[in-house]
């Protein structure tokens, strides 16, 4: 199987996937908005948890030389791509609450940030397949997804931060802890590569 042929295999199983799932539970559990509400939620601590394995992987590579951060970093595109099959999958819940619940309105301008981090998802996702990265160019490829992978992590991680004394009790504390875990790491291999950038200069 051609890399590109995996990569459509994968973002296709992963929305399917997600969305017969979602299907599936809104038939046996009804489809009150509570529900959907639900699966809202859901779908996007998935999709979170999947993202911040791709956050993590090279750096977790390079502090720690196992064969399970080979298997991740090498396996990183396949994730990304999964993460955006799961929040495509969010999205069709999105609108088809629209569509059932009167009182819940949705308009492209009220809702400019999440159509923007939608839009870096999809253009992160083509450039995935080599035709459209080659057009790009390996610069201008690199500056998307180091870019639009810290632009979306940290939308997401405003989701799930706390706005007020209120919220802390409906915080998922697990997804909070493994996104300061994940930046704990990309910090402490950030500056342990500037480290030996030095040490190897100044032996230079």
């Not at 405003?158 to 493994?178: C, E, H, I, K, Y």
Request: net charge positive; with cysteine; charged share 15%.
């Amino acid at each position: 199987m051609t890399n590109d042929r995996r990569t459509l295999v994968q973002f296709l199983a992963s929305t399917t996937f997600v969305a017969l799932a979602c299907v599936a539970y809104l038939a046996t559990a009804g489809l009150a908005d509570d529900n959907i509400r639900l699966l809202l939620r859901l779908t996007a601590r998935l999709a979170f948890v999947v993202l911040l394995l791709v956050f993590i992987a090279r750096p977790l590579r390079d502090l720690i030389k196992t064969p399970l951060t080979l298997a991740l970093l090498k396996n990183r595109k396949q994730f990304g791509v999964t993460f955006a099959g799961i929040h495509t999958a969010h999205m069709t819940l999105i609108f088809y609450r629209a569509q059932q619940v009167p009182d819940f309105e949705f308009s492209l301008a009220s809702n400019l940030p999440g159509m923007a981090t939608y839009v870096v998802i999809y253009l992160m996702l083509i450039t995935s397949f080599s035709g459209p990265a080659k057009a790009i160019g390996p610069k201008a490829w690199r500056i998307l997804h180091k870019t639009g992978l810290f632009l979306i992590t940290a939308v997401f991680a405003q989701t799930q931060l706390p706005r007020s004394m209120d919220d802390f009790a409906d915080v998922n504390w697990g997804l909070v802890g493994f996104l300061l875990f994940a930046l704990l790491v990309r910090a402490t291999a950030y500056f342990g590569n500037r480290k030996k950038a030095g040490e190897q200069q100044s032996l230079l």
